[in-house]
């Protein structure tokens, strides 16, 4: 069975550091790309960072570039998304999901697995 599972999220205060993780169980990271989404109240759920098979990233929200990153640990199976400088509109929802597919792509259509999601607060 392919599941994604999400953890990490929680209260910061802006200006703080959150490590979200995206453990993957049914399959092998080489065999997805896997996005972070993140969907806050009352707005539609948006496309943040994505790894792709092979290990490159991309970028799909600029109010993210200098402060959050992408990473994976093959060896743990699981996707990393560094986030720092955190502000308050960085709250939200994130979510991990996977798209068997060997690049990333855009849109959440695309991505057949996803996570629960996990709640990021970022509040003084």
């Known amino acids: 069975q392919l599941q994604l599972v999400e953890s990490g999220g929680g209260l910061v205060q802006p200006g703080g550091s959150l490590r979200l993780s995206c453990a993957a169980n049914?399959?092998?990271?080489?065999?997805?790309?896997i996005g972070w989404f993140r969907q806050a109240p009352g707005k539609e759920r948006e496309g943040v960072l994505c790894i792709s098979s092979s290990g490159g990233s991309t970028n799909y929200a600029d109010s993210v570039k200098g402060r959050f990153t992408i990473s994976r640990d093959k060896s743990e199976n699981t996707v990393y998304l560094q986030m720092d400088s955190l502000k308050p509109e960085d709250t939200a929802i994130y979510y991990c999901a996977a798209v068997r597919f060997w690049r990333c792509v855009s849109g959440t259509n695309a991505y057949g697995y996803w996570g629960q999601g996990t709640q990021v607060t970022v509040s003084p």
């Open positions: 049914g399959f092998t990271l080489d065999s997805v790309s």
